[in-house]
């Protein structure tokens, strides 16, 4: 009865079951029916719907195996599983390869690996620094987690380890070891310098080179096995490694299969054949030669066999193994490829030769240094030998060529075992070891259709490893249940020892093949009926072929397997011709006889290896001692190989094994496809199943008992939670399960038999579903109940309203028919009087219309008849005048006419006239007496004229008289005609007026109507343009609308894509500053390193050579840290002469230890000198600026020049008058001397007190003037060079002195000469000032005209601009102008600040200097001391100096000073009970003393003790929080008093007079603020070092495991490999504890006195770290990946900002540090189903990689049942859209990342004057100054 009948309860309606398919191997079905016991058939429906009936077996009655719970698929252990048996661990496989992507998976203690085919992201150096220090169970499976606790257990058991790595060819193996080998060399790193883990790494592709091969099922085939020790010293740092191979494929030498290839080393130096270097090899392509063109595929893809080349010959550099050596390897290895091109041709049957002078043999010979003719015979020849007798025999072709291959292939072994043997001595370790692990890289089991020799030894070394294996599985889980105190059955697993006995045992396989290997005539046929007589009746494990006699099949472990006995003892014997080895022997080439050179100790299998290691070897090798016999026989390879292995199963069975079992999920390479085929045929080889099988045998789940009662908790009633968890269980348990036998009690887990959890989980989901039907129900009843409550409330009120309507509505029908009646009666009436009106008012209409028709018609008549007489009128006039205007008319015509005719009658007459007299004058000049008759006749005719005359003159007269009175009728008639003609004309001009006015008329009315027509036309025109107009004024509306928006969008995004160019400009400035500082400070991090690194070699030094050294102290680090002039103190000197006694030991070092340094020293010098080049360029650009200003000060100063001497010659006249007063004074006195001549009052006593006087009054001037002298040149020389600051104010001190001890002539004289500087200087200061001031008026000129084009300019544009833009550009260039006035006026008034505080310094110090001076002067010339006699003393009351804030202290106290103040300082007590920052003010207090009195040798060991010490501390006590945090809270304050007190003006805009008074005066310290601020952030670098430590291992538990938010999440069933448990233990971290050493870390530093600024950079790294740490871990922990942890991680997330609010850091930018934690929580709380929701988490996770959101969605997993998986689909769709991310694959984040620091200036308002020394300090020897 198996377990599936123990479980028939199981088996309902809806279980799920697995039934065998054969495609498939196993697939999932339903239960459609509940299953009865009897019932022969289930009924079930498949996942695709069909419905089928599975039949049991009619003998066994087995029902299929059940399906594990949803929750349970994908678990990171398969023994978490609550069903354990091959499909539910075959579907765990497979779900996590193909949906999680996840290769590694537990079982039990074996880590199962499945070859992606891909190349992964998760063996960074991030990804095992996040593995290192952790728990095996913690983390999700990983080969770095198998090495870790490996790794971790040498440590805690003093126990030698094994990594076992196992699995067919192409399942990864040898990847697994490598990365294995990885991280021990990155976690644990070397003893020395000597960089042993990178020669072990580069062990991996020699290895690969010489015994890697192209397979049909791998593209890099390992063809060996290998056993590599890593050897470790007492500290666990690597040391050395060692390395044991075993049965390398030989036969691949000589041939390949189709689509194989030969070992790579063989085409790395065909497609290298073109380089000069290899050319001597006469190689060619790989197509060329027989040994490497059988498998005719020579290429891998993607591999570069010449770059490859490469590699394998730096790898050799690297261990050792010299140019020369290495020439000779490729040399023996293009030998052999020469060698099998060898083609033997037969002689005859019996016989064979080879053609003369073949090429390649030529080729062979050359390069192996032998003759042609030796190697050509011996080819083809062997030798016998009898016991009487040696004698030369000829071999056949065949012979012939196989003895070629065995000679290839022996040179080749000997080759492959040099390299080893020399890889071995390069990794050899040089001092003890301690303890190793051992990796051992080796083929698994393996079948193929035909299966030879290598395939048996193969599955022999399986079946050795399976039995050790499987008792290694059966140890722990007898150890498991003896801690917890379970009774202990016995177990009935799978023994493999009768195989391994058929196999090793006597009259075994193996010893059945010696034996007949030494039989003369031994062949394969003869040794297969020896073993079908010896084992086929007596075995069952072995069996016989039906169809064949030369095979047989052994059942393994695994399966069974059909060998064929063909090649059996060849491959066992391995023999090569005696005779060819000699040949090879007598080589010229060293390499080739140092390979063949004492063979014996060579091929031993039991000699022992240098470093006292034992060397195991599986090759085949002749056994021969000097004098032996030659019928000796050597050792088998069978023998030899199970020798090998049983020394290797002592070695495992000696360590602590750890198992890896690689899959290969299918063989078309693939990646991530899974061949369940495949897989089940491998798990059931490696012992996977196995380990499942005896899991599952006894009890497989197992429960703590707080993990238990949190996920059950839901099964208890209140009455049964007691407050023992134990007990709890047990009685829930014994209420829930009643077979006992289903589960047991240990003292710390409860042990549930197979299949129980998944029951408990059946009981816990129905309880749920229970629970959320009761809650439903309940909230259903309360839904429809409130439903009906509002309807019915609903319904009254409708009623209500109903009901009001009605009533509303008759009474508004009775009020509508009584206004009805009304407006009848009102309507009817107004009826009838709307007609009576109408009527009247048509009456009256009528009667108006006709009345006013008979008046117009009247009015009419009388307008007509008026009109008409007018008419007649005006027409009667106008008739008589133009009768009358014609008749005058006719008569002037006719007038003129007549007129007309009598003159042209007289014209006529005259002209004849003319005419006649012109002729006959020009015919007859005679003419003219008949001229004078007619004269005469003249006269006559005049006379009668005159008479005539007369009488006309009368008749004129009278004819005047009535000319008048016709004149006066003509008048009259002239003014009527004048008048008709005017009426006439007027007539005339009216008709024509009228005409016109007609004809204007009926232009008018034409242009009226034409304009009528075109104004219709136009304004219908009009009227459909301006629709147009409007419709087009509509579109450009709505298009400058468009454009508008489009424009302010433009110019929006144009700001923003500005702004965001901007922040992005200004983010990669400051992200390129960050990086500066930060490569920076990790120089500084490095630099530091090699001083410690140093201190610890002279430490061990000194030990070695056990010389105490009491006195000896650290090299200064300042000095080599920047290029100051910073000296050396006595420290230094003992330091040097300790290096100096170290040398003889140093020279005994490693010698690569010390190229490691040089190199580094060399580069740092390198750094340094190019530092060093900058600066000396900065400083010659300087000196050529500061040369240009000599030059031109220079021609300034001779005119000063002349202007001194003159003022030094006034000077010196007035001193030469002061002299002679004196003497004067002086005899006066000497030649009065008498009793009374001393008295007051006394003529000689007067002249002294008045020159007395005088001179004082003068000397005070002169006092006065000295000051202002001496405060200029302060001033001047301030910026002058530290040469002339040291040696001037040393004379004028020296001057001073003797001006208070001499004589007042020499104090006068004195006077004189500091005026006379203190004049130069006042004229060189005004010389200075008034070119100062010239140049400011040529800038403030300069700067006018440009204002004034600018000014120009921004009019010009102005103008061209349209009236609101102008002004607004006028108010813009308005407000720029004031913001500059305003700006200048505030630098003037600066300025002004900075000269107000420079003369009240400079008046403060003139008055306490007069002061000193003054009371000096008065004592040396008072009168007392000039004259002899008793004179009344004067007492001249002195006023107590005030603290300058200097403290004095004698040279030899300085090392008290620092022993007192820095090394022996309880930083608690200071922090509490004493101001912030107090040793940094003392110490500053005594620097600005040394400085005062200008002791350069004090600052310079003052300042570089205080480094030293504070140095020393560090060191000491590094790991002290509160310490490091003293420390650089004071190095800070003090690096800003430095820069507060420096006299920079950029230092002193926060400092009081009294702070500016302060100042220091002599020296410039700023290379020393430098050195201060390196040394801060060295301080700051080892603060953030210190505080991770302290909450590295609070993170993950508070963060993660700790459930902040009680009952959300519930555990998870584990496995063996268990995790941390999420409930809180006692000493567990919690969240809490995290907030509490945050607050601990801030409340120390505020206590401590640190930046504020500086704070809020510590707090960002401590969340950095908080949150990279956190994120890490969730993206290696597929427990962690649920819901309810994404709701706890947000709520641990919320009390950290909660806690940066109350300690005002919100703006630090801590938060934004925490940004991907949160994003990720988000990511799995989101909905993770559609497109809209893929969308919507791209873009809330912006701050996750495309790799991180992905791992995690990958990892998501169900805590419950209600919960669902994320789909493969939707991460395909995400990855799609995350496509075109530009970002970093790195997975994990990187947790060493410190952020660059910054030291802010911050100045202290605390005066100096003002600090008190507590006597607690020990500093009494301090003196306050």
Same mark, same amino acid.
């Given at each position: 009865?198996?377990?599936?009948?123990?479980?028939?309860?199981?088996?309902?309606?809806?279980?799920?079951?697995?039934?065998?398919?054969?495609?498939?191997?196993?697939?999932?079905?339903?239960?459609?029916?509940?299953?009865?016991?009897?019932?022969?058939?289930?009924?079930?429906?498949?996942?695709?719907?069909?419905?089928?009936?599975?039949?049991?077996?009619?003998?066994?009655?087995?029902?299929?195996?059940?399906?594990?719970?949803?929750?349970?698929?994908?678990?990171?252990?398969l023994t978490a599983l609550s069903y354990l048996h091959e499909p539910a661990v075959l579907h765990n496989l497979k779900v996590r390869?193909?949906?999680?992507?996840?290769?590694?998976?537990?079982?039990?203690?074996?880590?199962?690996?499945?070859?992606?085919?891909?190349?992964?992201?998760?063996?960074?150096?991030?990804?095992?620094?996040?593995?290192?220090?952790?728990?095996?169970?913690?983390?999700?499976?990983?080969?770095?987690?198998?090495?870790?606790?490996?790794?971790?257990?040498?440590?805690?058991?003093?126990?030698?380890?094994?990594?076992?790595?196992?699995?067919?060819?192409?399942?990864?193996?040898?990847?697994?070891?490598?990365?294995?080998?990885?991280?021990?060399?990155?976690?644990?790193?070397?003893?020395?310098?000597?960089?042993?883990?990178?020669?072990?790494?580069?062990?991996?592709?020699?290895?690969?080179?010489?015994?890697?091969?192209?397979?049909?099922?791998?593209?890099?085939?390992?063809?060996?096995?290998?056993?590599?020790?890593?050897?470790?010293?007492?500290?666990?740092?690597?040391?050395?490694?060692?390395?044991?191979?075993?049965?390398?494929?030989?036969?691949?030498?000589?041939?390949?299969?189709?689509?194989?290839?030969?070992?790579?080393?063989?085409?790395?130096?065909?497609?290298?054949?073109?380089?000069?270097?290899?050319?001597?090899?006469?190689?060619?392509?790989?197509?060329?030669?027989?040994?490497?063109?059988?498998?005719?595929?020579?290429?891998?893809?993607?591999?570069?066999?010449?770059?490859?080349?490469?590699?394998?010959?730096?790898?050799?550099?690297?261990?050792?193994?010299?140019?020369?050596?290495?020439?000779?390897?490729?040399?023996?290895?293009?030998?052999?490829?020469?060698?099998?091109?060898?083609?033997?041709?037969?002689?005859?049957?019996?016989?064979?030769?080879?053609?003369?002078?073949?090429?390649?043999?030529?080729?062979?010979?050359?390069?192996?240094?032998?003759?042609?003719?030796?190697?050509?015979?011996?080819?083809?020849?062997?030798?016998?030998?009898?016991?009487?007798?040696?004698?030369?025999?000829?071999?056949?072709?065949?012979?012939?060529?196989?003895?070629?291959?065995?000679?290839?292939?022996?040179?080749?072994?000997?080759?492959?075992?040099?390299?080893?043997?020399?890889?071995?001595?390069?990794?050899?370790?040089?001092?003890?070891?301690?303890?190793?692990?051992?990796?051992?890289?080796?083929?698994?089991?393996?079948?193929?259709?035909?299966?030879?020799?290598?395939?048996?030894?193969?599955?022999?070394?399986?079946?050795?490893?399976?039995?050790?294996?499987?008792?290694?599985?059966?140890?722990?889980?007898?150890?498991?249940?003896?801690?917890?105190?379970?009774?202990?059955?016995?177990?009935?697993?799978?023994?493999?020892?009768?195989?391994?006995?058929?196999?090793?045992?006597?009259?075994?396989?193996?010893?059945?093949?010696?034996?007949?290997?030494?039989?003369?005539?031994?062949?394969?046929?003869?040794?297969?009926?020896?073993?079908?007589?010896?084992?086929?009746?007596?075995?069952?494990?072995?069996?016989?072929?039906?169809?064949?006699?030369?095979?047989?099949?052994?059942?393994?472990?695994?399966?069974?397997?059909?060998?064929?006995?063909?090649?059996?003892?060849?491959?066992?014997?391995?023999?090569?011709?005696?005779?060819?080895?000699?040949?090879?022997?007598?080589?010229?080439?060293?390499?080739?006889?140092?390979?063949?050179?004492?063979?014996?100790?060579?091929?031993?299998?039991?000699?022992?290896?240098?470093?006292?290691?034992?060397?195991?070897?599986?090759?085949?090798?002749?056994?021969?001692?000097?004098?032996?016999?030659?019928?000796?026989?050597?050792?088998?390879?069978?023998?030899?190989?199970?020798?090998?292995?049983?020394?290797?199963?002592?070695?495992?069975?000696?360590?602590?094994?750890?198992?890896?079992?690689?899959?290969?999920?299918?063989?078309?390479?693939?990646?991530?496809?899974?061949?369940?085929?495949?897989?089940?045929?491998?798990?059931?080889?490696?012992?996977?199943?196995?380990?499942?099988?005896?899991?599952?045998?006894?009890?497989?789940?197992?429960?703590?008992?707080?993990?238990?009662?949190?996920?059950?908790?839901?099964?208890?009633?209140?009455?049964?939670?007691?407050?023992?968890?134990?007990?709890?269980?047990?009685?829930?348990?014994?209420?829930?399960?009643?077979?006992?036998?289903?589960?047991?009690?240990?003292?710390?887990?409860?042990?549930?038999?197979?299949?129980?959890?998944?029951?408990?989980?059946?009981?816990?989901?129905?309880?749920?579903?229970?629970?959320? /039907?009761? %809650? =439903?129900?309940?909230? !259903?009843? *309360? $839904?429809? &109940?409130?439903? #009906?409550? @509002?309807?019915?409330? +609903?319904?009254?009120?409708?009623?209500?309203?109903?009901?009001?309507?009605?009533?509303?509505?008759?009474?508004?029908?009775?009020?509508?028919?009584?206004?009805?009646?009304?407006?009848?009666?009102f309507q009817r009436m107004c009826v009838q009087r709307k007609l009576y009106l109408q009527k009247q008012a048509a009456a009256l209409?009528?009667?108006?219309?006709?009345?006013?028709?008979?008046?117009?018609?009247?009015?009419?008549?009388?307008?007509?008849?008026?009109?008409? /007489?007018? %008419? =007649?009128?005006?027409? !009667?006039? *106008? $008739?008589? &005048?133009?009768? #009358?205007? @014609?008749?005058?008319? +006719?008569?002037?015509?006719?007038?003129?006419?007549?007129?007309?005719?009598?003159?042209?009658?007289?014209?006529?007459?005259?002209?004849?006239?003319?005419?006649?007299?012109?002729?006959?004058?020009?015919?007859?000049?005679?003419?003219?007496?008949?001229?004078?008759?007619?004269?005469?006749?003249?006269?006559?005719?005049?006379?009668?004229?005159?008479?005539?005359?007369?009488?006309?003159?009368?008749?004129?007269?009278?004819?005047?008289?009535?000319?008048?009175?016709?004149?006066?009728?003509?008048?009259?008639?002239?003014?009527?005609?004048?008048?008709?003609?005017?009426?006439?004309?007027?007539?005339?001009?009216?008709?024509?007026?009228?005409?016109?006015?007609?004809?204007?008329?009926?232009?008018?009315?034409?242009?009226?109507?034409?304009?009528?027509?075109?104004?219709?036309?136009?304004?219908?025109?009009?009227?459909?343009?301006?629709?147009?107009?409007?419709?087009?004024?509509?579109?450009?509306?709505?298009?400058?609308?468009?454009?508008?928006?489009?424009?302010?969008?433009?110019?929006?995004?144009?700001?923003?894509?500005?702004?965001?160019?901007?922040?992005?400009?200004?983010?990669?400035?400051?992200?390129?500053?960050?990086?500066?500082?930060?490569?920076?400070?990790?120089?500084?991090?490095?630099?530091?390193?090699?001083?410690?690194?140093?201190?610890?070699?002279?430490?061990?030094?000194?030990?070695?050579?056990?010389?105490?050294?009491?006195?000896?102290?650290?090299?200064?680090?300042?000095?080599?840290?920047?290029?100051?002039?910073?000296?050396?103190?006595?420290?230094?000197?003992?330091?040097?002469?300790?290096?100096?006694?170290?040398?003889?030991?140093?020279?005994?070092?490693?010698?690569?230890?010390?190229?490691?340094?040089?190199?580094?020293?060399?580069?740092?010098?390198?750094?340094?000198?190019?530092?060093?080049?900058?600066?000396?360029?900065?400083?010659?650009?300087?000196?050529?600026?500061?040369?240009?200003?000599?030059?031109?000060?220079?021609?300034?100063?001779?005119?000063?020049?002349?202007?001194?001497?003159?003022?030094?010659?006034?000077l010196d006249s007035e001193n030469k008058k002061l002299k002679h007063d004196l003497t004067a004074m002086r005899q006066s006195l000497?030649?009065?001397?008498?009793?009374?001549?001393?008295?007051?009052?006394?003529?000689?006593?007067?002249?002294?007190?008045?020159?007395?006087?005088?001179?004082?009054?003068?000397?005070?001037?002169?006092?006065?003037?000295?000051?202002?002298?001496?405060?200029?040149?302060?001033?001047?020389?301030?910026?002058?060079?530290?040469?002339?600051?040291?040696?001037?104010?040393?004379?004028?001190?020296?001057?001073?002195?003797?001006?208070?001890?001499?004589?007042?002539?020499?104090?006068?004289?004195?006077?004189?000469?500091?005026?006379?500087?203190?004049?130069?200087?006042?004229?060189?200061?005004?010389?200075?000032?008034?070119?100062?001031?010239?140049?400011?008026?040529?800038?403030?000129?300069?700067?006018?005209?440009?204002?004034?084009?600018?000014?120009?300019?921004?009019?010009?544009?102005?103008?061209?601009?349209?009236?609101?833009?102008?002004?607004?550009?006028?108010?813009?260039?308005?407000?720029?102008?004031?913001?500059?006035?305003?700006?200048?006026?505030?630098?003037?008034?600066?300025?002004?600040?900075?000269?107000?505080?420079?003369?009240?310094?400079?008046?403060?110090?003139?008055?306490?200097?007069?002061?000193?001076?003054?009371?000096?002067?008065?004592?040396?010339?008072?009168?007392?001391?000039?004259?002899?006699?008793?004179?009344?003393?004067?007492?001249?009351?002195?006023?107590?100096?005030?603290?300058?804030?200097?403290?004095?202290?004698?040279?030899?106290?300085?090392?008290?000073?620092?022993?007192?103040?820095?090394?022996?300082?309880?930083?608690?007590?200071?922090?509490?009970?004493?101001?912030?920052?107090?040793?940094?003010?003392?110490?500053?207090?005594?620097?600005?003393?040394?400085?005062?009195?200008?002791?350069?040798?004090?600052?310079?060991?003052?300042?570089?003790?205080?480094?030293?010490?504070?140095?020393?501390?560090?060191?000491?006590?590094?790991?002290?929080?509160?310490?490091?945090?003293?420390?650089?809270?004071?190095?800070?304050?003090?690096?800003?008093?430095?820069?507060?007190?420096?006299?920079?003006?950029?230092?002193?805009?926060?400092?009081?007079?009294?702070?500016?008074?302060?100042?220091?005066?002599?020296?410039?310290?700023?290379?020393?603020?430098?050195?201060?601020?390196?040394?801060?952030?060295?301080?700051?670098?080892?603060?953030?070092?210190?505080?991770?430590?302290?909450?590295?291992?609070?993170?993950?538990?508070?963060?993660?495991?700790?459930?902040?938010?009680?009952?959300?999440?519930?555990?998870?069933?584990?496995?063996?490999?268990?995790?941390?448990?999420?409930?809180?233990?006692?000493?567990?971290?919690?969240?809490?504890?995290?907030?509490?050493?945050?607050?601990?870390?801030?409340?120390?530093?505020?206590?401590?006195?640190?930046?504020?600024?500086?704070?809020?950079?510590?707090?960002?790294?401590?969340?950095?770290?908080?949150?990279?740490?956190?994120?890490?871990?969730?993206?290696?922990?597929?427990?962690?990946?649920?819901?309810?942890?994404?709701?706890?991680?947000?709520?641990?997330?919320?009390?950290?900002?909660?806690?940066?609010?109350?300690?005002?850091?919100?703006?630090?930018?801590?938060?934004?540090?925490?940004?991907?934690?949160?994003?990720?929580?988000?990511?799995?709380?989101?909905?993770?189903?559609?497109?809209?929701?893929?969308?919507?988490?791209?873009?809330?996770?912006?701050?996750?990689?495309?790799?991180?959101?992905?791992?995690?969605?990958?990892?998501?997993?169900?805590?419950?049942?209600?919960?669902?998986?994320?789909?493969?689909?939707?991460?395909?769709?995400?990855?799609?859209?995350?496509?075109?991310?530009?970002?970093?694959?790195?997975?994990?984040?990187?947790?060493?990342?410190?952020?660059?620091?910054?030291?802010?200036?911050?100045?202290?308002?605390?005066?100096?004057?003002?600090?008190?020394?507590?006597?607690?300090?020990?500093?009494?020897?301090?003196?306050?100054?």
């Amino acid at each position: 009865m198996n377990e599936n009948q123990e479980l028939d309860y199981m088996f309902v309606k809806f279980a799920r079951v697995w039934i065998p398919d054969a495609d498939e191997v196993w697939k999932s079905a339903e239960l459609t029916k509940n299953y009865k016991h009897g019932d022969s058939t289930l009924h079930l429906t498949l996942e695709d719907g069909m419905d089928i009936e599975h039949k049991l077996d009619d003998k066994t009655k087995n029902l299929p195996h059940l399906r594990n719970p949803d929750i349970l698929v994908g678990e990171n252990d398969l023994t978490a599983l609550s069903y354990l048996h091959e499909p539910a661990v075959l579907h765990n496989l497979k779900v996590r390869f193909t949906d999680s992507k996840l290769i590694y998976t537990y079982c039990g203690i074996v880590l199962v690996a499945i070859n992606p085919y891909e190349n992964l992201p998760i063996y960074g150096s991030d990804i095992i620094n996040a593995y290192s220090g952790q728990n095996m169970g913690d983390m999700d499976p990983h080969i770095f987690a198998v090495a870790e606790e490996a790794y971790k257990q040498m440590a805690r058991d003093e126990r030698n380890q094994s990594i076992i790595v196992s699995g067919e060819s192409g399942a990864g193996k040898t990847v697994s070891a490598k990365y294995a080998m990885r991280y021990f060399a990155t976690v644990s790193g070397a003893a020395t310098e000597a960089n042993v883990e990178e020669k072990v790494l580069a062990s991996n592709p020699i290895m690969e080179a010489i015994g890697n091969a192209k397979t049909t099922r791998n593209d890099n085939s390992s063809r060996f096995g290998k056993y590599i020790e890593i050897g470790f010293d007492k500290r666990y740092r690597i040391i050395g490694a060692n390395m044991r191979t075993y049965l390398l494929e030989k036969s691949r030498v000589v041939f390949q299969a189709d689509e194989e290839r030969n070992y790579h080393i063989f085409y790395q130096l065909c497609a290298s054949s073109h380089l000069p270097e290899f050319k001597n090899l006469k190689l060619g392509s790989a197509d060329v030669f027989h040994c490497t063109n059988q498998g005719r595929n020579p290429v891998i893809d993607g591999v570069d066999d010449a770059k490859e080349m490469c590699t394998t010959q730096h790898a050799f550099s690297l261990l050792g193994i010299n140019e020369l050596n290495q020439k000779g390897l490729f040399q023996v290895l293009a030998a052999i490829l020469h060698l099998g091109n060898v083609e033997i041709k037969d002689r005859d049957s019996d016989s064979s030769i080879i053609p003369p002078n073949n090429r390649h043999l030529t080729v062979f010979c050359e390069l192996m240094g032998v003759t042609y003719q030796d190697m050509s015979h011996w080819l083809c020849h062997k030798k016998l030998k009898t016991a009487q007798e040696t004698y030369i025999k000829p071999i056949p072709r065949l012979q012939a060529s196989n003895a070629r291959d065995a000679l290839a292939k022996h040179i080749y072994a000997k080759v492959f075992n040099w390299i080893v043997d020399h890889v071995n001595k390069s990794l050899r370790a040089t001092v003890k070891q301690h303890s190793f692990i051992g990796v051992l890289d080796i083929y698994g089991f393996e079948t193929f259709e035909i299966n030879s020799f290598e395939q048996f030894c193969i599955n022999y070394a399986n079946e050795k490893l399976q039995q050790q294996f499987n008792m290694h599985v059966f140890k722990l889980e007898q150890e498991e249940y003896l801690k917890e105190q379970i009774p202990w059955t016995l177990i009935d697993f799978y023994d493999n020892q009768p195989c391994i006995n058929l196999i090793e045992a006597k009259m075994g396989v193996l010893d059945l093949l010696d034996e007949e290997c030494k039989m003369p005539k031994g062949s394969d046929d003869s040794w297969a009926q020896k073993l079908y007589n010896t084992h086929l009746k007596t075995c069952s494990l072995f069996e016989k072929p039906r169809m064949s006699n030369k095979a047989f099949i052994i059942q393994h472990f695994a399966d069974k397997v059909q060998y064929q006995c063909d090649g059996f003892l060849e491959k066992n014997k391995d023999t090569v011709n005696e005779e060819q080895i000699n040949v090879l022997k007598a080589s010229k080439l060293d390499l080739l006889v140092e390979l063949f050179q004492d063979e014996e100790k060579v091929t031993s299998p039991t000699g022992t290896a240098p470093g006292g290691r034992t060397r195991l070897s599986v090759k085949p090798k002749q056994i021969r001692s000097a004098g032996a016999s030659s019928k000796e026989h050597k050792k088998t390879v069978g023998c030899q190989f199970r020798n090998s292995l049983a020394m290797l199963m002592e070695t495992l069975n000696a360590t602590t094994p750890h198992y890896v079992r690689c899959i290969k999920p299918n063989d078309l390479k693939f990646p991530f496809t899974f061949d369940p085929k495949r897989a089940v045929q491998q798990l059931r080889a490696c012992g996977v199943l196995e380990t499942i099988r005896i899991s599952a045998a006894g009890f497989p789940s197992r429960w703590t008992y707080q993990e238990f009662f949190s996920r059950y908790r839901v099964l208890m009633k209140q009455k049964d939670v007691l407050s023992d968890r134990r007990l709890t269980c047990r009685n829930v348990l014994e209420k829930l399960v009643q077979d006992q036998d289903k589960y047991q009690f240990g003292k710390t887990k409860i042990f549930f038999r197979a299949g129980q959890v998944a029951y408990l989980e059946k009981l816990r989901a129905d309880k749920l579903r229970k629970a959320c /039907v009761r %809650i =439903q129900k309940t909230i !259903r009843c *309360w $839904l429809v &109940r409130k439903k #009906y409550l @509002r309807k019915k409330h +609903a319904a009254i009120t409708i009623q209500r309203y109903t009901r009001g309507h009605q009533a509303r509505c008759l009474v508004k029908y009775m009020r509508q028919t009584l206004a009805a009646i009304t407006i009848q009666k009102f309507q009817r009436m107004c009826v009838q009087r709307k007609l009576y009106l109408q009527k009247q008012a048509a009456a009256l209409v009528m009667q108006t219309i006709l009345r006013a028709y008979m008046a117009r018609q009247k009015y009419q008549g009388l307008l007509r008849n008026h009109k008409a /007489v007018f %008419i =007649q009128k005006h027409v !009667r006039g *106008w $008739l008589a &005048r133009q009768r #009358y205007k @014609r008749s005058l008319r +006719a008569i002037v015509y006719l007038q003129c006419c007549i007129r007309r005719m009598k003159a042209k009658k007289e014209l006529k007459k005259l002209k004849i006239e003319a005419r006649s007299v012109e002729h006959f004058k020009k015919l007859n000049v005679g003419m003219e007496n008949k001229i004078m008759q007619l004269q005469r006749k003249l006269d006559e005719q005049a006379k009668d004229n005159r008479v005539t005359s007369e009488r006309l003159s009368c008749l004129e007269t009278s004819h005047a008289v009535e000319s008048d009175k016709l004149k006066v009728e003509v008048s009259k008639l002239k003014g009527i005609e004048e008048e008709a003609k005017n009426n006439a004309n007027r007539v005339t001009s009216l008709l024509e007026e009228l005409e016109r006015l007609r004809k204007e008329l009926t232009t008018t009315q034409k242009e009226k109507k034409t304009i009528e027509d075109w104004a219709t036309k136009y304004r219908d025109e009009m009227e459909k343009m301006v629709a147009e107009l409007k419709q087009q004024n509509g579109l450009l509306k709505t298009e400058k609308d468009d454009l508008n928006r489009m424009i302010k969008e433009q110019s929006q995004q144009m700001t923003e894509k500005m702004t965001r160019a901007l922040a992005e400009e200004t983010q990669q400035l400051e992200s390129d500053l960050n990086e500066e500082r930060s490569r920076y400070q990790n120089l500084l991090t490095e630099h530091l390193r090699l001083e410690e690194r140093y201190d610890d070699l002279k430490e061990e030094i000194t030990l070695s050579v056990s010389v105490p050294k009491p006195g000896h102290r650290r090299t200064d680090s300042t000095h080599s840290s920047n290029g100051s002039e910073c000296t050396y103190n006595s420290e230094f000197a003992e330091s040097e002469e300790s290096s100096r006694h170290g040398e003889d030991v140093t020279r005994g070092m490693d010698t690569s230890l010390t190229l490691k340094l040089q190199k580094r020293v060399t580069e740092l010098e390198q750094e340094k000198s190019s530092l060093r080049n900058e600066l000396e360029n900065k400083e010659e650009q300087f000196q050529r600026a500061r040369v240009r200003d000599d030059e031109e000060h220079k021609k300034s100063r001779g005119a000063e020049l002349e202007y001194e001497s003159l003022k030094r010659q006034e000077l010196d006249s007035e001193n030469k008058k002061l002299k002679h007063d004196l003497t004067a004074m002086r005899q006066s006195l000497l030649g009065n001397a008498g009793a009374g001549a001393g008295a007051p009052g006394s003529p000689p006593y007067k002249v002294l007190m008045d020159q007395l006087n005088s001179s004082c009054e003068e000397l005070e001037v002169r006092k006065e003037e000295v000051l202002i002298l001496r405060s200029q040149l302060v001033s001047q020389k301030e910026a002058m060079q530290h040469k002339e600051t040291m040696t001037e104010p040393v004379h004028y001190a020296e001057d001073v002195h003797k001006m208070k001890d001499s004589g007042a002539i020499t104090q006068a004289y004195l006077g004189l000469k500091e005026t006379n500087r203190l004049l130069e200087g006042q004229m060189q200061q005004q010389r200075r000032s008034y070119d100062n001031e010239v140049e400011v008026l040529r800038g403030e000129l300069q700067s006018v005209k440009e204002e004034n084009n600018r000014q120009q300019q921004l009019l010009a544009q102005n103008l061209q601009l349209p009236p609101e833009a102008r002004i607004e550009a006028s108010l813009q260039h308005e407000i720029t102008r004031l913001t500059n006035e305003n700006l200048d006026l505030m630098e003037q008034l600066e300025k002004q600040d900075k000269t107000i505080r420079k003369l009240k310094k400079q008046l403060k110090v003139f008055s306490k200097k007069i002061g000193e001076m003054g009371a000096g002067q008065v004592e040396t010339i008072s009168p007392g001391q000039m004259v002899e006699e008793t004179v009344r003393p004067v007492n001249i009351p002195r006023r107590e100096k005030d603290f300058q804030g200097m403290l004095e202290y004698k040279k030899e106290d300085e090392l008290k000073l620092v022993k007192n103040l820095i090394l022996e300082l309880k930083p608690r007590g200071v922090a509490v009970n004493l101001i912030p920052g107090l040793p940094a003010y003392i110490l500053f207090m005594c620097l600005r003393h040394a400085d005062y009195v200008n002791d350069d040798q004090k600052v310079r060991t003052l300042l570089t003790s205080t480094i030293n010490s504070i140095k020393k501390i560090l060191k000491k006590r590094g790991d002290d929080f509160e310490t490091v945090s003293f420390w650089l809270s004071n190095t800070c304050r003090f690096l800003h008093c430095l820069k507060q007190y420096s006299g920079d003006e950029s230092f002193m805009k926060h400092n009081t007079p009294k702070q500016n008074d302060h100042c220091l005066s002599n020296f410039d310290l700023a290379e020393y603020r430098q050195v201060l601020s390196d040394l801060a952030i060295q301080i700051y670098q080892q603060l953030i070092k210190c505080m991770e430590n302290i909450l590295q291992p609070m993170i993950v538990s508070g963060m993660l495991e700790h459930e902040t938010i009680q009952g959300v999440s519930g555990v998870k069933p584990t496995g063996l490999r268990k995790r941390t448990s999420s409930i809180a233990d006692e000493g567990t971290y919690t969240l809490e504890s995290i907030l509490r050493q945050l607050s601990a870390f801030h409340s120390t530093m505020c206590q401590h006195g640190t930046d504020p600024e500086l704070i809020k950079q510590v707090v960002k790294q401590q969340f950095y770290i908080i949150g990279a740490v956190t994120l890490n871990n969730l993206l290696l922990r597929k427990d962690m990946c649920s819901w309810s942890k994404g709701m706890q991680i947000r709520y641990n997330v919320s009390q950290l900002e909660e806690w940066l609010r109350d300690k005002s850091l919100m703006l630090c930018g801590a938060k934004e540090t925490l940004e991907p934690l949160i994003q990720a929580a988000q990511l799995l709380q989101v909905k993770k189903k559609t497109d809209e929701d893929a969308e919507a988490i791209c873009s809330m996770c912006n701050s996750l990689s495309t790799s991180q959101i992905v791992k995690v969605l990958n990892l998501y997993t169900p805590v419950n049942e209600f919960e669902e998986r994320v789909s493969v689909t939707f991460i395909r769709t995400i990855q799609t859209r995350l496509r075109d991310r530009c970002e970093t694959p790195q997975l994990l984040m990187d947790t060493k990342i410190i952020y660059p620091v910054t030291f802010p200036f911050n100045p202290s308002s605390l005066a100096l004057e003002t600090i008190q020394i507590p006597g607690s300090l020990n500093l009494a020897f301090l003196t306050r100054v």
